[in-house]
């Protein structure tokens, strides 16, 4: 028997399986339903009471599955792209749609890209997992939180409050830090680095950005497309660009959030640790490419030279915003043909260059994923199985891979997770 006890006291129980997986969200479930599919006996364990937070309150309730432009270089990481194109060629986009249609769940395509299921509730989408799991012969357990991961002659003890298991490999799909009510807590984090696991640090991401006083404090709530670049900046004048993004832009009475500016927030923490200075500038004219400022301009002075500065900026600005930035550039009261060179230069950098100063970005609480996590040189993308002990696989968010806002993330969960199990599978009927 175990020399742990349980619960007040009462001897633990004891069980052995093929493959145990840790974590029950979306990368766990997939798992265990490719290595149950498979042939292999699979215990699913989380600690959390009911399962599938995230996938319940993703996408406004409706569950974001994956998007029509899933492509490696819209994930980050260190060395992402080419691992999540070996991980994506071996579950792609194109299979989790085959998936899910084979679950009873019809997906829809809206013109931002993203798919849906057709019922809008991300119900639908955990209900069919969890009949797959069963369907799988997989055992799940909540309210059971691994405490330690120790290998013992060949196999995996796994101890929680109640039992120890036995299993001949192991996934770790706990998630990162990110929705941290949902049950993420980093713990997978550390279970990898007692195995001698790197994890490349942590910072929120898909998250809002905060500012102390932010422009536009009176347009709380409205939207608009824009452009948001990060940029790093000396004293006198800006220099690399570090990151860029086009989409749509929400102001919020905190500082700045919608797509644009949730897929730009983890290059802002993270790109702010080698520049203190890295800076972020809003584009009010996204449609207008870098470089192509000053062609812009002059047409748009031939065509407005004897309007009012506010009443041409008004024809494609909110006419709120269109005052505010006339105004910044004390070029309200003139016309467009009698600008002088100083107002030209201030409302050009208002509308192509506006900075918005940034103090940093909301916290896990409010982050949609984790970027950082468990390096993935040390982890095979033909397998996720570690470099570093065979028999220990990871998938999902515990990895160093975070993806653009839009199903990018749950797509990266559905495939390695996937990808895991059938590989657990094979290892195990292999050794």
């Not at 269109?322 to 043909?337: I, M, P």
């Not at 609480?365 to 470099?387: D, F, N, Q, V, Y």
Request: net charge positive; proline share 5%; with cysteine.
């Amino acid at each position: 028997m175990s020399d742990f006890a349980g619960e007040n006291g009462a001897p633990k129980t004891e069980s052995k399986v093929d493959f145990a997986v840790i974590g029950a969200g979306a990368a766990g479930l997939m798992a265990a339903i490719a290595a149950g599919n498979a042939g292999a006996s699979v215990r699913l364990l989380d600690g959390a009471k009911k399962i599938g937070a995230k996938i319940l309150v993703s996408g406004g309730s409706r569950c974001n599955v994956t998007n029509e432009h899933v492509v490696p270089a819209r994930y980050h990481g260190e060395g992402a792209a080419p691992f999540v194109s070996r991980v994506l060629r071996s579950f792609s986009p194109d299979d989790t749609h085959r998936f899910f249609a084979q679950s009873g769940v019809e997906l829809k395509l809206e013109p931002t890209g993203k798919f849906f299921p057709v019922t809008d509730s991300s119900r639908t989408v955990l209900n069919a997992l969890l009949a797959q799991v069963e369907r799988a012969g997989a055992v799940l357990s909540v309210q059971t939180p691994v405490l330690s991961l120790e290998k013992l002659d060949g196999f995996w003890r796994l101890e929680t409050p109640t039992e120890t298991i036995w299993a001949r490999a192991v996934l770790v799909a706990t998630g990162g830090l990110a929705l941290p009510k949902s049950g993420s807590d980093g713990s997978g984090f550390r279970l990898a680095q007692g195995f001698g696991h790197s994890v490349v640090k942590t910072t929120p991401a898909l998250t809002p950005l905060l500012c102390d006083a932010p422009f536009g404090a009176q347009f709380s709530g409205q939207t608009l497309p824009a452009k948001l670049r990060l940029f790093r900046r000396n004293a006198t004048q800006l220099n690399e660009k570090l990151a860029a993004y086009d989409g749509s832009f929400l102001w919020t009475h905190t500082g700045y959030s919608g797509p644009v500016a949730l897929n730009l927030s983890r290059h802002v923490a993270r790109e702010r640790w080698k520049w203190p200075h890295a800076s972020v500038f809003a584009s009010f004219l996204p449609h207008v490419d870098d470089g192509e400022e000053n062609a812009w301009w002059q047409s748009f002075v031939r065509e407005n030279a004897k309007r009012g500065t506010f009443n041409a900026l008004s024809a494609f600005l909110p006419n709120a915003l269109a005052q505010t930035l006339a105004q910044r550039a004390n070029c309200d009261h003139l016309t467009v043909g009698r600008l002088e060179k100083r107002h030209i230069e201030a409302l050009k950098n208002a509308l192509f260059y506006l900075p918005l100063d940034v103090r940093e970005v909301a916290p896990y609480e409010k982050a949609e994923t984790t970027a950082g996590g468990i390096a993935l040189e040390e982890i095979a993308p033909a397998t996720m199985m570690s470099r570093l002990h065979k028999g220990l696989f990871f998938a999902g968010e515990v990895c160093d891979v975070d993806g653009w806002l839009g199903g990018y993330n749950f797509q990266w969960a559905w495939s390695s997770g996937t990808v895991a199990g059938r590989a657990a599978a094979k290892f195990l009927k292999e050794n």
